[in-house]
């Protein structure tokens, strides 16, 4: 088994913790220091930095690129720091002064910093891998939380709750019970030098019933499901592209998609009904009624509810567009990941 992305060690409670000490700390040095609130409040962009530093190293990979990630958190305890000691008097210049005189500077030392981690050698970020097996598990529960670039989700080899390549930023997960994980970006991608558009590629489980959930951003995303025994899809996505196959013989399936200004495109192969309901504020649905003729409010396959095969989908969106039809007559590519992993 390879696993490379890193598990994830809870950053919430880390953070909530470091919070409620620094803040606890802030009025404890107020009260012991004799200080106004006039002079302490620098005392909390100390705690903002060391926040964000606490924040950066709780979720700081071997691939992180932690030089530059370091540029924030410390310029505000700098900052923090001088601001401190004009308020009580230990520089000699009001606070007012030194921000105003002082900040062309504080510029200037921030392009450097930059610049520097710039032309630094540092790893390259991402090309993770991540194999987690079953385990015994009899149904598969897995919720991908993806922000900006592509996303793939196809079959993963035998065995495997989760077969995953991820370029570009790394990932984290949290096994949350027997077949139950969690999978998200290991750190925010909010600094100009991220030089690669994060791409992931993951495998799911095709021999056990499985229930998947992303999340997604600006993203192209591409779900290949038809060889998996899915029995729920949840998706949320903002201005995206996104394009799902459905599976060919899964028994019931229900698709829940909720969508901003995104295109969502939905495959049901030939042999499986569909009911199709689909709510648009601003967008548009085009829906194959050669196949799925207009029912109730809908459309739907007659005969659907004595089908074997069979997927109910559901949509609420903004002012994309959604459609439904019948795949494209390619050859199906969700077994990309057996041929990724079986050559390692």
Do not use: C
């Not at 991820?166 to 100009?192: C, H, I, K, T």
């Not at 949840?234 to 969508?259: C, F, Y």
């Not at 050669?290 to 029912?295: G, K, S, Y």
Request: proline share 7%; net charge neutral; no cysteine.
């Amino acid at each position: 088994m390879t696993v490379r992305a890193r598990r994830s060690n809870n950053p919430g409670g880390v953070m909530a913790a470091t919070w409620l000490i620094g803040i606890g700390l802030v009025f404890l040095l107020q009260q012991t220091l004799d200080l106004r609130w006039g002079q302490a409040w620098p005392m909390f962009v100390i705690l903002a930095g060391i926040g964000s530093l606490v924040s950066l190293l709780v979720t700081l990979g071997h691939r992180r690129r932690w030089f530059t990630a370091l540029a924030w958190p410390l310029l505000l305890i700098v900052a923090g720091t001088l601001l401190l000691l004009s308020t009580t008097g230990n520089l000699g210049i009001e606070p007012g002064d030194l921000v105003s005189r002082w900040w062309p500077v504080a510029v200037i030392a921030a392009g450097a910093w930059i610049l520097v981690g710039a032309v630094l050698p540092q790893s390259r970020l991402g090309d993770d891998r991540l194999q987690l097996p079953l385990e015994g598990a009899t149904s598969a529960q897995v919720r991908i939380r993806f922000g900006g670039g592509e996303l793939s989700v196809g079959t993963a080899r035998p065995g495997l709750l989760v077969d995953g390549s991820f370029e570009g930023m790394p990932a984290r997960y949290d096994l949350r019970g027997p077949g139950n994980v969690v999978l998200e970006p290991e750190s925010p991608q909010s600094w100009p030098w991220w030089e690669r558009t994060p791409s992931w590629r993951i495998g799911l489980p095709a021999e056990v019933p499985l229930d998947l959930e992303i999340e997604s951003g600006a993203a192209k995303t591409r779900v290949e499901l038809d060889e998996t025994r899915l029995r729920s899809l949840r998706i949320q996505t903002g201005a995206s592209d996104t394009r799902v196959r459905l599976p060919r013989a899964a028994g019931e399936t229900r698709v829940r998609a909720e969508s901003g200004a995104a295109s969502l495109v939905f495959e049901v192969p030939d042999g499986v009904a569909a009911r199709i309901r689909s709510r648009m504020a601003l967008g548009s649905t085009r829906v194959d009624e050669t196949r799925f003729p207009r029912a109730d409010g809908g459309w739907e396959t007659p005969g659907f509810g004595s089908a074997a095969n069979r997927v109910e989908i559901e949509i609420q969106g903004g002012v994309g567009s959604v459609e439904v039809r019948a795949p494209d007559p390619q050859p199906p590519s969700s077994r990309w990941m057996i041929q990724t992993f079986g050559s390692q």
